[in-house]
């Protein structure tokens, strides 16, 4: 079983920045697609982001160009570098295997005022 800790959400202004980690137990980062998604008060989760073992990217419409996401292996850990934050971004953010989605950590509250 993969056990998935998120962290770094807060409360920021527009324009603001934020970096989310998820720290793997197990080695799910470096031989895994891994993926960031988000759900906002009474919407369904969507993707955000995923970046596979080869450290190729994808990002939804929504956030390219203001979003990054990166991996470090040797931590066993995903990186959501999010910056121009917009209030449309505020929602409980995830990480989780991808495509697989079988494993989801608590979850890390993003609130970006206008």
């Known amino acids: 079983q993969v056990q998935l800790v998120e962290s770094g959400g807060g409360l920021v202004q527009a324009g603001g920045s934020l970096r989310l980690s998820c720290a793997a137990s197990?080695?799910?980062?470096?031989?895994?697609?891994m993926g960031w998604f988000r759900q906002a008060p009474g919407k369904q989760r969507e993707l955000v982001a995923t970046?596979?073992?080869?450290?190729?990217?994808y990002y939804a419409d929504s956030v390219k160009g203001r979003f990054t996401i990166s991996r470090d292996n040797a931590k066993n850990t995903v990186y959501l570098r999010m910056n121009s934050l917009r209030p449309e971004d505020t929602a409980v953010y995830y990480c989780?295997?991808?495509?697989?989605?079988?494993?989801w950590g608590q979850g890390t509250q993003v609130t970006v005022s206008s």
């Open positions: 197990a080695r799910s980062v470096s031989i895994n697609a």
């Open positions: 989780s295997r991808y495509p697989q989605m079988d494993y």
């Open positions: 970046i596979n073992s080869g450290g190729i990217t």
